[in-house]
Structure formats: C-alpha cells, structure tokens
C-alpha cells in the first residue's frame, strides 16, 4: 500500500511538473505573438526632413521661406539628407545647386555662404528654354544693336549661374524675361559695358 501511494505521488509530480511546462510555454508563445502583432500594427517607422520648396541656386541660406518639411520612411536616408529635427534653420547655405521637391543633401550644405562671384540682373531679348533652371550654368552672349561687322555677338560671361528669373508683361502683350546671374569678378567689367551699350543679350547652357 505505501509502495502504490509512493508511486502515485511520484505520477502525479511528474505530470504536475509537465503541465507547468505546458502553461509556461504557451505563455511564451502567446507574450511573443502579442508582441509581433504590436510591432506589425506600429507601421514603418519615419522621421522629418527638409526639402527644397522651389529651385534653388548655390549660395542660398536654408530658411523657411526655402525649404519645407517632408514625413518619410527613414530607411537608409537619414545619413544622407538633412533632418529637420536636429539641425537649426539660418545655420547653412547649399555648396550645389537642390531643384523643387528634392530632399537636402548633407554633401550640399556648409555653415559659411561662398561668395566667388557678382550678381547682376540682365534683361534678355529672347526668352531662356525651358530646360534651362534655376541652379543651371549659362553663358551670356551679347551683341551692339548696329549693322556693322563690330556687332557680331560675342560671349561676355561663361558658366555664370542662373540665380534668379523674372518675366514681366508690358501691357501689351510682349513678355520681357529678365534673368539674375552670378558672375565672376573678371567678368563683371564685360556684363556692365554689354548692359551700358543697350547690347542685345541672350543666355545659352553652359557648354562643359
């Protein structure tokens, strides 16, 4: 009798100790299920970062009639571009031209603004195509309104980049486009004598 009362109690730990494995296992099961569903439910995760609200040209000081803030996935962008979380706005200004929409690159961007060329504002006497934007490169042409051979067109600034456009209607229906580039100091001389003799201007891309 004590022999059968010993061997049921050594059944009834073994099965005691089996059921508590049981329970405990579908315990795990169940804690790493809710946990995966959560993480399933949370959605990718994202981070703000700044673009650029329209074509902007080198030099431009990011602020925030610049640049706009954008929700993306960060994925493998957020060592690339600038976040607008943890970089102040009034702090940089872009080394290359950023086009509409673009996202700002950390290559794109220093703390001090480069100042190795002249901003002039030309009036043209052809309107730019349309390829040509704001951050492109283009050479300025210009010619002496006169019949003589001293009027060929000649070239008065190379690679000078496109900072600024302008079209303004006369009122009778001609369209003036004037355009702002940024010169070297050499050639500024060439640009002001061009614009003084009422020279006929145009703006072609940059041949590189």
């Not at 946990?35 to 080198?58: I, M």
């Not at 290559?107 to 901003?119: G, L």
């Not at 309104?145 to 302008?166: F, T, Y």
Request: hydrophobic residues 45%.
């Amino acid at each position: 009798m004590v022999v059968l009362k010993r061997r049921l109690g050594r059944v009834s730990s073994r099965f005691v100790g089996s059921r508590n494995k049981f329970l405990l296992f579908s315990a795990l099961t169940l804690l790493a299920a809710a946990a995966w569903l959560t993480n399933s439910n949370q959605g990718p995760v994202t981070q703000e970062f700044f673009v650029a609200s329209r074509d902007l040209p080198k030099s431009t000081e990011l602020d925030s009639s610049t640049v706009s803030v954008v929700e993306i996935q960060m994925n493998d962008v957020k060592d690339k571009y600038l976040s607008a979380n943890q970089n102040e706005l009034g702090n940089w200004f872009l080394t290359k031209p950023v086009l509409a929409g673009e996202l700002i690159p950390l290559s794109a961007i220093s703390s001090t603004k480069e100042a190795n060329c002249t901003p002039i504002i030309l009036t043209l006497d052809s309107m730019l195509p349309t390829a040509i934007k704001i951050g492109s490169d283009v050479d300025i042409w210009a010619a002496q309104q006169s019949s003589s051979i001293e009027s060929m067109p000649h070239e008065v600034a190379l690679s000078a980049e496109l900072i600024g456009i302008r079209v303004d209607n006369d009122g009778i229906g001609q369209a003036n486009q004037s355009i702002e580039v940024c010169v070297s100091v050499a050639e500024v001389r060439s640009v002001v004598e061009a614009i003084a003799k009422n020279s006929t201007v145009v703006a072609v891309k940059a041949f590189k």
